[in-house]
């Protein structure tokens, strides 16, 4: 009989008859049921909130991971901006500076640019076309000061001694001018054996 009291626990009595026993066990089931539906409403309860705080946690951080988001846009924004800033002041330095060498605005622009971008070879081309204008300024400006000839004893038939300022353009270290007139020398000889 111990299964059996076991079984029913406080309700077991001894010498229970067969209608007794039935009874016990149907109050037993009985409570048991109760019970089980009285568990069952706490998990579906539970269940109930513990979904409900999931969706709030989802809803909030789905709410943080936008602001995330916009903090992140917003900075790659910031960065991108004080990236084209310092590239443009980079310009604009190096652009003041070639122009204080004597660049045209164009020159100075497009090669203050280059700079900027790494472009070498685009910096040497330009500082080329610089040097070749430099120097065709300075032939304009040799020509500007070049004296007239004179009809006299000392020039005879009104041609320049282009000798002379040769020797005086390398007495001043100006080779520049000793090159130029030294040319002009060549034409002035080819142009009289032309003629």
Known sequence: MSYLSELLGDAYKEGMTEE???????????KENSDLVKLKNLL???????????????DKQSEDERVAEEQKEFLEKLTQENADLK????????M????????T?????????????????KVIEIQ?????????????ELMRQTPR????????????????MIAEAQANSDYAAAAYYTRMQQEAQEGSNTN
């Open 105 to 121: 605005s164009e020159m100075a622009t497009e090669s203050a640019t280059a700079m900027v971008d790494g472009d070498m070879s």
């Open 20 to 30: 007794e026993i039935s009874s016990a066990l149907e109050t037993k089931k009985q």
């Open 96 to 103: 003041t500076k070639l122009l204080g060498l004597g660049y």
């Open 87 to 94: 590239r443009s002041m980079s310009i604009a330095d190096n």
């Open 149 to 164: 000839p004179k009809a006299g004893a000392d020039n005879p038939g009104g041609t320049l001694d282009y000798s002379k």
């Open 44 to 58: 579906d309860k539970a269940n109930s909130e513990a979904a409900k705080y999931k969706n709030q946690l989802k």
């Open 128 to 140: 080329g076309k610089f040097s070749e204008m430099q120097m065709k300024n300075k032939e304009a």
